[in-house]
C-alpha cells in the first residue's frame, strides 16, 4: 500500500514540481501508513528507486540528448570531470543506489518522527 501511495503521489507531484520532490512525498506517506521502521525504510526505498529507475529509463530510450554525460555532470558538478562513461548500467546503479537511499531515508525519518513523542 505504501508502496503504490509513494508511486502515485511521487510520480504525480514530480510532473509538476521538482526532482526531489518525492523524497517528502515518502515522508508524508510513511509518516501517515507505516506500522514499522522497516516497512517504512523498504516500501518508501523501493518506489523512490522504482520511480526514479524508471524516469532515467525513460529519458534515456525516447530522448535525443545524451542522457549519460548529463547525469554525469549532476555528479560531478561537470561532465569533463566525469572522465569517459562508458557504461549506461554504472550510471543507472548509481541513480539507483542513491533513490535508494534517499527514499529509504526519508520514509524511516517519517515514521521515526510519528512515534517520538511515545
Known amino acids: 500500500m505504501i508502496y503504490l501511495l509513494i508511486l502515485i503521489f511521487g510520480a504525480a507531484l514530480s510532473f509538476f514540481g521538482p526532482w526531489w520532490i518525492i523524497a517528502p512525498t515518502a515522508w508524508i506517506i510513511c509518516r501517515w501508513k507505516a ?24 529519458i534515456y530510450f525516447s530522448s535525443n540528448q545524451n542522457f549519460i554525460i548529463r547525469m554525469a555532470g ?7 570531470g566525469a572522465g569517459p562513461i ?30 517520538i513523542g511515545s
Open 74 to 80: 549532476v555528479f560531478t558538478s561537470s561532465a569533463e
Open 35 to 58: 506500522t514499522s521502521s522497516k516497512e517504512a525504510f523498504i516500501q518508501s526505498s523501493l518506489a523512490v528507486a522504482s520511480l526514479w529507475l524508471g524516469y532515467a529509463l525513460f
Open 86 to 115: 562508458g557504461s549506461p548500467v554504472l550510471v543507472f546503479g548509481i541513480c539507483a543506489f542513491i533513490a535508494t537511499l534517499i527514499g529509504g531515508l526519508s520514509g524511516f525519518a517519517g515514521y521515526r518522527l510519528k512515534n
